[in-house]
């Protein structure tokens, strides 16, 4: 995934993120990078809440270059993403960010839906069902 070239694009440690307008999603590319632990991660969601705003939003993340997520940091996002996530789709082409997916369902059932994809445009279908 790729932003447009007018999209605003924020970047942390961690990810690069913009919004698009064309789908109306907030897309998320990990970046190969440190271990992500809440304060890694604080700087991920204040990016997010700026680019959704103060409605949910539905999230396109793209994990294919994820690194470890702490055991803090899942339950971190687990109280953090309710507050403004309306669906995430989780994309991914490599086996680690297949498994931190699976590990993403598995050990908490999420207050919203989720679903795990390899190709972006079924991904965006998917998230445009959840956007009202």
């Not at 995934?1 to 999209?7: I, L, N, R, T």
């Amino acid at each position: 995934m790729k932003p447009p070239p007018d999209a605003q694009v924020l970047e942390s440690s961690t990810t690069i993120m913009w919004y698009d307008d064309e789908s109306g999603v907030v897309c998320v590319v990990s970046k190969k990078g440190p271990v992500r632990t809440p304060e890694t991660l604080k700087k991920t969601l204040e990016g997010l809440k700026k680019l959704g705003g103060d409605d949910k939003t539905c999230l396109l993340m793209d994990i294919t270059n994820i690194s470890e997520v702490t055991r803090e940091g899942r339950e971190y996002l687990a109280r953090e993403f309710p507050k403004f996530v309306k669906a995430i789709a989780l994309l991914s082409e490599s086996v680690f960010g297949k498994m931190v997916a699976n590990l993403f369902f598995t050990i908490k059932k999420q207050p919203y839906p989720t679903k795990r994809f390899t190709d972006e445009q079924a991904a965006i279908k998917w998230l445009k069902q959840h956007q009202s």
